[in-house]
């Protein structure tokens, strides 16, 4: 039996099957209505989804955030048409509330301006790893009030959607850098962008290589094996881990093609759309942030790297108890560690079964 099955663990994004056996009913008492209450009370909150992109200048990471929900995130500038190159990197944030069909998402995007287009790129990751860390230690610091909040505003960053050049060779050195140091904070979800600047061809070429090099550097991007909690969860994700990364081309444009209007880019061979598989994998990525895994990627965020730094912090801190309740946490450190321990112990006392690194 997988060992994720048989505890539960903070490593485990959901509960694990009760093993209490089931008692007869001697008739419907209404239990199903349950369902109807969570419903209606996550209507009345809505819903906060943080999403971070991280690439080079130029890749389309604006383009893409506008076309994955369908709305003016960021305006997109084109380079070379006087703006000038940041001298370092700066991160911006943006939040939004999308309502669709009732429901409403609390959107936050943080953008990566400057990441990788210096000529010294060394610990340009620095203040990316920063920065979801202390979104990590700005809800530690609330959760660990005597009296908080009842609903702790939650900044912490759920995906990280990392731009890879499209080069059709591999990962540079910068990537697998810092894909080794984020994936152990936070989800990674790795795409090609500007993936029609490649023929098919190049692009599965690409897309193994890249592949290759995540598994030889052991850089475990979402959806990771051992968060598998049953067959059916194995099947979808092992779809998508075979397709990871996704290629995909970003538009907020639409054109009329044959009598219908599609977003794509236009060019003077045609029209490249966006949501149509044969032309990329857009429809993929945008069915696994939003449509299928969006839940999933809070719960991880919450259940393991949230957890993992919470660990660090607390046995770094020594924490000391002062009566019911309180908790004395000293400051967070100006420079925190990137890979706190627990991670790996997770990751290898909760799947035996793969390859450790």
């Given at each position: 039996m997988d060992p994720l099955r048989q505890s539960p663990s903070p490593c485990s994004s959901r509960p694990s099957s009760p093993r209490t056996p089931p008692c007869e009913t001697l008739g419907d008492v209404g239990i199903e209505a349950v369902l109807d209450q969570l419903k209606i009370k996550a209507m009345k909150m809505g819903f906060e989804f943080n999403i971070m992109v991280v690439g080079q200048s130029?890749?389309?990471?604006?383009?893409?955030?506008?076309?994955?929900?369908?709305?003016?995130?960021?305006?997109?500038?084109?380079?070379?048409?006087?703006?000038?190159?940041?001298?370092?990197?700066?991160?911006?944030?943006v939040t939004?509330?999308?309502?669709?069909?009732?429901?409403?998402?609390?959107l936050t995007v943080t953008d990566t301006p400057g990441f990788g287009d210096q000529i010294n790129n060394d610990k340009c990751w620095d203040p990316i790893l920063g920065y979801i860390n202390e979104q990590y230690e700005r809800y530690l610091q609330e959760e660990i009030l005597i009296t908080r909040q009842r609903h702790i505003p939650d900044t912490r960053v759920h995906c990280c959607v990392y731009f890879v050049p499209p080069t059709g060779h591999c990962l540079r050195p910068l990537d697998i850098e810092f894909l080794q140091r984020l994936?152990?904070?936070?989800?990674?979800?790795?795409?090609?962008?500007r993936a029609d600047s490649l023929t098919l061809e190049e692009r599965e070429t690409f897309r193994s290589r890249i592949q290759h090099n995540l598994r030889t550097h052991c850089i475990d991007v979402y959806p990771q094996k051992c968060f598998d909690e049953d067959i059916n969860d194995r099947i979808l994700n092992s779809k998508i881990r075979d397709r990871i990364p996704f290629a995909v081309v970003g538009a907020d444009q639409e054109h009329l093609v044959n009598g219908r209007c599609v977003l794509g880019r236009k060019t003077k061979w045609g029209i490249v759309e966006v949501e149509n598989m044969a032309h990329c994998e857009f429809p993929l990525l945008r069915d696994l942030l939003i449509r299928s895994h969006l839940q999933?990627?809070?719960?991880?965020?919450?259940?393991?790297?949230?957890?993992?730094?919470?660990?660090?912090?607390?046995?770094?801190?020594?924490?000391l108890p002062r009566g019911p309740g309180w908790v004395n946490l000293a400051p967070?450190?100006?420079?925190?560690?990137?890979?706190?321990?627990?991670?790996?112990?997770?990751?290898?006392?909760?799947?035996?079964?793969d390859e450790e690194c």
């Open positions: 130029g890749l389309g990471k604006s383009t893409m955030v506008n076309t994955l929900f369908k709305s003016k995130m960021w305006k997109s500038t084109l380079p070379g048409l006087g703006v000038p190159t940041p001298q370092t990197l700066q991160l911006q944030s939004h509330v999308i309502e669709e069909k009732g429901v409403k998402l609390k994936c152990r904070v936070v989800n990674v979800v790795p795409v090609i962008a999933d990627l809070k719960d991880i965020t919450h259940n393991v790297h949230y957890e993992n730094y919470r660990v660090y912090r607390l046995n770094e801190s020594h924490v967070a450190p100006t420079d925190p560690p990137a890979t706190p321990g627990p991670w790996k112990v997770c990751r290898r006392a909760h799947d035996s079964s």
